[in-house]
């Protein structure tokens, strides 16, 4: 099973400020890893897959780069909307899927 | 507009059972593989189950396996998880999710199990 990894656990940013997400894998899964985003009380939503590609609606501040073993997710400015929890997700080796434990971003 | 609405949660005594449900709509449901994925209470994700479109294959988290069992009847756009043996940490929401190719890529918004005496 591949062990996912996320750091920080929490993430203070201001409005308006780059934030940078780093997601880990136990071995490599080429670029077969997504981003999702979770709201507070809501379902989480795809955000980014192939390690890069940004799904629908996903706005352009969101970014993401790596591949094999580290991934890092970037906000370039982050807005109101933007205050979540996000998870990567590995879906290079499945049966099982796995999850990040998630990066809480939180307003500084 | 993709819909998944799931249903069937509740309480439940220590091992009990629970038959979890989600209805599908805006997509033809027996072209996508469905999955479950439940999130106990400020925890993280956790995926639990996978059928293929047809239902011939499925698979099971090591978390549940011989106790959780999935099926899914296309003719009523239906997905189910029957949850035996219930423990204390199977408290969680349950979330169905479809899967194009291998992404997670629409969700319902998620029905609560509690486990506890």
């Known amino acids: 099973e591949i062990v996912m990894t996320q750091s920080p656990a929490t993430l203070s940013v201001s409005p308006g400020e780059r934030a940078t997400l780093s997601c880990r894998a136990s071995q490599s899964v080429s670029s077969n890893l997504a981003w999702y985003q979770q709201k507070p009380g809501q379902a989480p939503r795809l955000l980014i897959y192939g390690a890069s590609t940004r799904a629908a609606g996903i706005p352009a501040r969101f970014s993401c780069s790596g591949s094999g073993t580290e991934f890092t997710l970037t906000i370039s400015s982050l807005q109101s909307e933007d205050f979540a929890v996000y998870y990567c997700?590995?879906?290079?080796?499945?049966?099982?899927?796995?999850f990040g434990p998630g990066t809480k971003v939180d307003i500084k | 507009e993709v819909q998944l609405v799931e249903s069937g949660g509740g309480l439940v005594q220590p091992g009990g059972s629970l038959r979890l449900s989600c209805a599908a709509s805006g997509f033809t449901f027996s072209s996508y593989s469905m999955n479950w994925v439940r999130q106990a209470p400020g925890k993280g994700l956790e995926w639990l189950s996978y059928?293929?479109?047809?239902?011939?294959?499925?698979y099971f988290a090591d978390s549940v396996k011989g106790r959780f069992t999935i099926s899914r009847d296309n003719a009523k756009n239906s997905l189910y998880l029957q949850m035996n043996s219930l423990r204390d940490e199977d408290t969680a929401v349950y979330y169905c999710?479809?899967?194009?190719?291998?992404?997670?890529?629409?969700w319902g918004q998620g029905t609560l199990v509690t486990v506890s005496s």
């Open positions: 059928i293929s479109g047809s239902g011939s294959v499925k």
């Open positions: 999710v479809s899967l194009y190719g291998s992404l997670f890529d629409s």
């Open positions: 997700q590995q879906y290079n080796d499945w049966p099982p899927f796995t």
